[in-house]
């Protein structure tokens, strides 16, 4: 894809399909972000080559911060998108109550962000992407600023999020870190440094969501040693050494 006054973006075919989870890894600069803008509508139109959706399709992006409102409370941030949506306020309320509490997070309807860790604000800016039931989630790094533990559980409650739904959403995420991606993705997408073209698409093994002690099984390490190969194979030796 190609845009005017910057440089090409891959070639990069990917085709997301529903209820799968992907995951795009790269150095910084290879265009993952900007593959994820492109899937959500954000960025602008390519001059060259196509993003073709699903007409209907709704999707619902998890940026890397909370972005959430310091004014409103949980609540009020998390039925925000069913408010511009023109939903009944009764309804968004109550829907959104209950997207925090699938959260862990019923207790904290009134609590603003100023009142809430890393890890709580990262869990309402969650459920208001899941608020409105999405076809297509997309997460822009979103637990790369949490403490490993929070990390974890964020990620086991997004699991078990996924597929609590149906039908489940497809899942499209960025991260730098090859454990994340093999254990939260189906199959991982490795975007070259220069170029952003894939140059690798290594599938994970075993099922979802994760079964207790999965991160010591040989086939998870053996997947995340492939999967920093690759990653290694596509970072110019700047990349690399930084």
């Known amino acids: 894809m190609g845009f005017p006054g910057r440089s090409p973006l891959g070639p990069l ?47 619902s992006f998890v940026f890397q911060a909370p972005t959430l409102m310091n004014w409103a409370d949980a609540l009020a941030n998390v039925s925000l998108p069913l408010d511009l949506a023109g939903v009944p306020r009764a309804e968004a309320r109550a829907r959104a109550a209950a997207a925090l509490a699938a959260v862990g997070l019923g207790d904290r ?13 990262m869990r309402v800016s969650l459920a208001r992407a ?15 600023a949490l ?30 870190d090859v ?9 991982a997408v490795v975007l070259e440094a220069t170029t952003g073209r894939a140059i690798a698409e290594l599938s994970s093994p075993g099922t979802l969501p994760r079964p207790e002690g999965w991160r010591g099984d040989a086939r998870y390490r053996a997947a995340v040693e492939a ?12 990349d690399a050494e930084g």
Not at 113 to 120: D, T, V
Not at 179 to 187: I, K, N, P, S
Not at 227 to 232: F, G, H, I, K
């Open 13 to 59: 075919d990917l085709i997301v399909r529903p209820g799968e989870i992907i995951a795009l890894v790269g150095a910084s600069g290879a265009g993952k972000s900007t593959s994820l803008r492109l899937l959500a509508g954000l960025e602008q139109t390519p001059a060259s080559g196509a993003v073709a959706r699903t007409p209907g399709t709704t999707t």
């Open 147 to 176: 403490d490993s533990v929070t990390r974890r559980r964020l990620i086991e409650d997004l699991h078990r999020l996924w597929a609590e739904r149906s039908p489940r959403p497809a899942i499209v995420f960025v991260t730098h």
């Open 227 to 238: 999967l920093a190969a690759a990653l290694a194979c596509s970072m110019s030796p700047e």
């Open 179 to 187: 454990e994340e991606a093999v254990y939260l993705a189906q199959r």
């Open 130 to 144: 899941l608020v409105t039931e999405p076809d297509l989630l997309l997460l822009d790094e979103p637990f790369a």
């Open 109 to 121: 309807q009134t609590a603003r962000p100023r009142q809430l860790s890393g890890g709580m604000a």
